[in-house]
Structures are given as structure tokens and as C-alpha cells.
């Protein structure tokens, strides 16, 4: 087999294209994640070779002269462990498969290394929820209550996992430190980590006698109703977190948290920009013209005095102080902007029109 079929490169492939086909490959077949073995020592021999420019160009020179006689791959060079091996003066470049065999065996693997630090493994989930709201909403502060089906404290155990009156003893095999030495053997040799304990999963602890509703979890799937409250002024997309509202955890550890995230209805009269309203008015022609004193809706649903002014044109806009949405988080509200859209008739009465012609003759 072609070394570059093998890496699935070109044999125009730069360093970087060889070593990143090569993790690729590394991570699918190595044994120690139910890979084929003999397909990781294909790979690994072909990576060997490619990635030493001297080995590289006599492999493309004369081909595959390295294992002849049928050896075990690698054996045609010899690795240098550290860099006290002796062998034809190259050595294995162990910065290369580093990564790889940090993810298989921990950071560890290597001896004296740093432990790895892993998330807890019995906190509960975060849930994530979607609440509607319409304008009106955001005026003032609101509560919003919300039922969640998800994993809540079992009653019976107050969240332990044991039997009331039981005890819950301390881990034997790991002494309650929820870790275990574990030696791996792998074509590269054996390899001593730290894994998780098969008999307490991790926890350090195991119940004497397991509840009986639970079955030793601290928890079981119930309905819990939350009472959210909704800031005045929260626009869409913001996100409120409840610290401890989401998943309960394993056998007494940390709750999940409730993430609500906020979606703003559109309103049939204004429009939201900000912290800023927008709406539109209709005025005739004569009250364009002439000026009037008209009443509008706020959003509050209180009425406004509002002066259109003599000479009016479409498009013209009015401010209101004070009739906005309030500042999320501060003091003080965003303002109300009308804008005015002139009325042209369509249809005219006879006198309508012989008044209009009265006007254009006026040169109006």
C-alpha cells in the first residue's frame, strides 16, 4: 500500500496536511477506541516515513524498502523514546503524536505530567426555555410562570440516593478519592493513568442500601412550577439566568441552571427600535394644511393631545418625550415618534371637487 493512500494525502502534501491526516486517522483506528490495530500500524508507519523529510525522500526515490522481509511496522526505524535511543540518528517526534495520546490516556500518560481536570460528571443539566411576551410586557417588571418537566430532588432520599436510615459508605476500591490507577497496554507499551472508579462511577461513595424510588440516583423526573421575573424594558433575544432552576443533580450535587430567553411580539401599531416607539398617523388633506389637534392611543393605552401643525407634509415627525420603553436595567424611558402620512382622497363628491377646483384657480 502507497504510504500517501494510506495518510489519504497527495505527495505534494506539506508537513502540516501529513500530521493533521494523521491525528485524523490515529483517533479512528486506534485500539484503544475499538479501532483496527493493524490498520494503526499501517498508519503510523507511513507516518513515520512521511514526516521525516530524510526517510521521505528515499521513500519517494526507491518506495517501500523499509519493511521488507515482512517486519512489524516500525521496525525498519527505530523510536526514540526521550532521546537516549540509538538507532540510524532519527528520533520519534513524540510532539507529534502528543495530542493524540493525551486524549486516549490523559495528560498523565507520559509520567509527572498535569492531571486533567474534568467537569462533574453528576451536576445537572442547564435547561434552556422560551418565553413570548407582548409589548405591553416590557413597560413594567413582570412575573412569568413557567412548569418544567425535568429531573427534580427524590423525596424519598432528599436528593442522597440511599434508603432512609442507611448509611452511605465510603468507596473501598478508590477510598473515596472517585479515581483508580489504571495500566493500559497499547502497541507503544504500558501506559499507567488515572480513571474514574467502576465501582462508585466516580462519586467516591456508594449507598449502603440504594432508594428505592431513585435506585440510588438522588433524583427522579417530576413537575416543578418557576416563577420568573421579567425585567421592565427587556428587549428580544436577552437571556434571564435562574441559578439552580435546571436539572437536579446525582445524589445531592450541584443543580443545572434555567436559562429564559426572551422573544417580543410585534405590535399592530408600533414599532420597537430600542428603547424608541414608532408609529404612523393618518391626517386629511384640510387637517394638513389647515393644523389640527388630534387623540392618539399610547402604549400604555392612555390617550395624547397631539398637535398636528399647519402645513403638515407626509413624512414630517413629532417627538414625545417619556413614552418609550423604559431603560432596562436604569432610569428613565425611550420616546415616541409619530410620524404623519397625509391622506390623499380617492373618490370625491361632485361638491368636493368643485371646491378643489375653487382652490386650484386660488393657485392652491
Not at 445537572?124 to 405591553?136: A, C, P, R, S, T
Request: charged share 30%; hydrophobic share 30%; with cysteine.
Amino acid at each position: 500500500m502507497d504510504y500517501y493512500e494510506l495518510l489519504g494525502v497527495q505527495k505534494t502534501a506539506s508537513e502540516d496536511e501529513i500530521k493533521k491526516a494523521f491525528h485524523k486517522l490515529a483517533h479512528k483506528y486506534h485500539p484503544d477506541k475499538g479501532g483496527d490495530e493493524k490498520k494503526f500500524k499501517e498508519i503510523n508507519e507511513a507516518y513515520q516515513v512521511l514526516s521525516d523529510k530524510q526517510k521521505r525522500a528515499q521513500y519517494d526515490q526507491y518506495g517501500r524498502v523499509f519493511d521488507q522481509g515482512g517486519a512489524d511496522a516500525g521496525q525498519g526505524f527505530n523510536w526514540a523514546w526521550g532521546n537516549g535511543a540509538q538507532g540510524d540518528g532519527a528520533e520519534f517526534d513524540m510532539g507529534d503524536i502528543g495530542d493524540v495520546f493525551e486524549e486516549f490516556f490523559g495528560a498523565g500518560a507520559f509520567g509527572g505530567g498535569r492531571r486533567s481536570t474534568k467537569k462533574d460528571s453528576r451536576k445537572g443539566k442547564d435547561i434552556q426555555v422560551d418565553v413570548e411576551l407582548n409589548l405591553e410586557r416590557t413597560l413594567k417588571e413582570s412575573v412569568e410562570r413557567i412548569n418544567l418537566y425535568k429531573q427534580v430532588i427524590c423525596n424519598r432520599c432528599a436528593g442522597v440516593g440511599a434508603e432512609p436510615g442507611t448509611k452511605v459508605k465510603e468507596c473501598f476500591s478508590c477510598r473515596g478519592t472517585g479515581q483508580v490507577q489504571q495500566v493500559k497496554k497499547t502497541i507503544f507499551g504500558s501506559f499507567t493513568t488515572l480513571g474514574t472508579c467502576p465501582e462508585c462511577k466516580g462519586e467516591g461513595t456508594i449507598p449502603e442500601k440504594p432508594c428505592n424510588v431513585c435506585k440510588g440516583e438522588g433524583r427522579t423526573k417530576g413537575q416543578e412550577t418557576i416563577e420568573v421575573t421579567i425585567p421592565a424594558g427587556i428587549d428580544t433575544n436577552q437571556v434571564i439566568r435562574i441559578d439552580g432552576k435546571g436539572e437536579a443533580g446525582r445524589k445531592g450535587a450541584k443543580a443545572g441552571n434555567l436559562f429564559v430567553r426572551i422573544f417580543v411580539k410585534k405590535h399592530s401599531v408600533f414599532e420597537r427600535r430600542g428603547d424608541d416607539l414608532f408609529s404612523f398617523v393618518d391626517v386629511s388633506f384640510p387637517q394638513a394644511a389647515l393644523g389640527d389637534e388630534i387623540e392618539i392611543k399610547s402604549l400604555e393605552g392612555t390617550n395624547i393631545l397631539l398637535e398636528v401643525p399647519a402645513g403638515t407634509e407626509s413624512g414630517k415627525i413629532l417627538r414625545i418625550s417619556g413614552k418609550g420603553i423604559p431603560h432596562f436595567g436604569g432610569y428613565g424611558k425611550g420616546n415616541l415618534y409619530v410620524e404623519f402620512k397625509v391622506k390623499t382622497p380617492k373618490k370625491l363628491s361632485r361638491k368636493q371637487k368643485e371646491l378643489l377646483e375653487k382652490l386650484k384657480e386660488e393657485g392652491m
